[in-house]
């Protein structure tokens, strides 16, 4: 039952999203614009790693359109609870789970196909990445959007306008893009900084993926990186379900 | 006749930044297998509240409640297949089909996609929605969105039918067809119907029993001619002077402009 409704509820959202295609292509524009218009300033500076610059900018972007994209992704929500629809699917028998589950696998489905385009951007522009750090890339994109998206619609769900949920959602997408070392490397700061991103969990899974870019599968960076991006995951998905199960929205 | 919906203390209180908000009070009241029963009450009286309540979209904060024989608390399942809901405010998303729509729902009740299919048409056929099936729920007008919202309702063949304000926005027609609709659910398929209105011929013309809240609680209950012989002095008296008797709001005296008898 799960999966039928899972799979239901997840043909609904992709085929809202099919039909919107402008929106969908929108959401690669910002990182596609730091990659033509940022990316070229990198390519004489010493960022410290391994590598080319651009093996250090399109992880980061990678992530940063999972972050950006999926943080917003309750906004839906908000949208959906005002026309009713939240309340006439959750009348049903349909499984909560798969509410929760259909959407984000949704989701998941929009930002791996945007990372693509991304990246295969990314190669004309001149980024040369091993196939496997390439995929290993798209799947920390495809975690990081299951759990950032999880946590935004459980937030969605608890809020009841969209001006309650921008400011809130800023508050976390911001700190944590410049905290995390997105643009630019950590290893670049001061100490002080360094120390303080390492409270920032989207920062280890900004440098996993850059490892993976280098072709680098066994490093410490990326143990960490699988660590905390099952692990949110985990957590994410089961908040995410404890508030659709229970919140008379 | 057995009773279709029962519920003891039922009661909902909102937290709120302003303070907690007592909804619904203490709502007893039983429901029939097949009776039609009408839900009134003022703005703000509670009838919404109860109805996401009994459909197991809102959690009690007190009381217990049991629909078509299952515990509202220990069977929410149960309530959700046995039950149809039309939310005062509709349930439609306006980006896509009619037919999608229909379909969809017949898939969350867990239809098999061809079953699902051939419900939708039924459906629309039923509520005269097939000449616009194509079309986006967005581009109908409110009084065929009502009609989509019922038919989405009817899709599993509920045995109990809750309906928040339905004919709200239809025009005298829509509502004609709306009574038949009800009339005919409950006549050839044994429905039970527990809904809300604020017209109060239709209450007279639909229901077959009526109670009446305010303030999150039951005012009084009973057929509509029962109510007006005991609040309103006479069976002559206007449903209006009877639920104003009762609900104790705007202008009419208790006794309302027909004397009182004896
Ligand atoms: N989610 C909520 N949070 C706080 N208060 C609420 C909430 N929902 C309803 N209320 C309050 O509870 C009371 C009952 O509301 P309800 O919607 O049940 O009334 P109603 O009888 O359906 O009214 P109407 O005839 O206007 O539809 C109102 O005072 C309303 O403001
Ligand atoms: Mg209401």
């Known amino acids: 039952m799960l999966l039928h409704d899972t799979a239901l509820v997840y043909g609904r959202y992709l085929r809202q999203s099919l039909r919107s295609r402008f929106a969908l292509l929108f959401g690669v524009l910002t990182p596609l ?217 | 006749m057995p009773a279709v919906i029962s519920t003891a203390g039922l009661a909902r209180t909102f937290r709120t930044k302003a303070g907690p908000v007592d909804a619904v009070r203490c709502v007893d009241l039983t429901v029939h297998e097949g009776e039609i029963l009408g839900f009134l009450g003022p703005n703000g009286a509670g009838k919404t509240t109860t109805l996401r309540m009994l459909t197991t979209l809102l959690k009690p904060t007190g009381g217990a409640a049991t629909v078509a024989g299952c515990d509202l608390a220990t069977d929410p399942a149960g309530v959700r297949r046995a039950s149809g809901y039309v939310a005062q405010s509709g349930g439609a998303d306006p980006q896509i089909t009619v037919r999608e729509e229909l379909v969809t729902q017949g898939r969350l009740y867990r239809l098999p996609k061809a079953e699902a299919v051939a419900r939708a048409a039924e459906l629309a056929e039923e509520l005269d929605l097939t000449s616009l099936l194509d079309r986006k729920t967005g581009a109908l007008s409110g009084g065929q969105r009502r009609r989509l919202d019922i038919a989405m309702a009817l899709t599993h063949r509920p045995k109990v039918l809750f309906l928040d304000e339905p004919t709200t926005g239809l025009d005298p027609a829509g509502r004609a067809d709306l009574w038949t609709l009800v009339r005919r659910l409950r006549d050839e398929h044994g429905t039970t119907v527990f809904l809300t209105t604020h017209y109060l011929d239709e209450a007279d013309a639909l229901a077959d029993r009526l109670v009446i809240v305010d303030r999150g609680t039951v005012a009084a209950e009973g057929t509509p001619n029962a109510l007006r012989l005991r609040h309103a002095g006479s069976l002559d008296a206007t449903l209006q002077d009877t639920f104003l008797a009762i609900t104790g709001r705007g202008p009419a005296a208790p006794a309302g402009p027909a004397p009182v008898a004896v």
């Not at chain 1, 929760?100 to 696998?105: A, H, T, Y």
């Not at chain 1, 999880?150 to 508050?171: C, D, H, W």
């Not at chain 1, 680098?216 to 991006?229: D, F, I, S």
């Open chain 1, 33 to 249: 614009l730091y990659l033509l218009f940022f990316g070229p300033l990198l390519t004489e500076l010493p960022l410290g790693g391994q590598g080319s610059s651009w093996q250090v900018l399109v992880p980061g972007l990678l992530l940063q359109l999972g972050l950006f994209g999926a943080l917003f992704a309750g906004f839906a929500v908000i949208i959906e609870k005002g026309q009713g629809v939240v309340e006439r699917m959750r009348v049903t028998p349909v499984s909560r789970l798969a509410l929760l589950l259909g959407r984000v696998l949704r989701d998941a489905t929009v930002f791996v196909f945007q990372a693509v385009l991304l990246v295969l951007a990314a190669l004309v522009m001149g980024l040369r990445a091993p196939l496997a750090g390439v995929l290993i890339g798209f799947a920390f994109v495809a975690l990081l959007t299951l759990s950032l998206a999880s946590v935004s619609y459980a937030l969605g769900m608890k809020v009841r306008t969209p001006q309650e949920f921008g400011p809130l959602i800023n508050m976390v997408s911001m700190p944590s893009m410049l905290l995390s070392g997105l643009m630019l490397p950590m290893t670049l700061a001061p100490a002080w900084l360094d120390v303080l991103s390492h409270f920032v969990p989207f920062r280890y899974l900004v440098d996993a993926v850059r490892d993976a870019y280098v072709g680098h599968y066994t490093t410490p960076h990326m143990l960490y990186g699988t660590l905390v991006a099952l692990a949110s995951t985990a957590l994410s998905v089961t908040l995410g379900t404890r508030v659709f199960r229970t919140t008379g929205a």
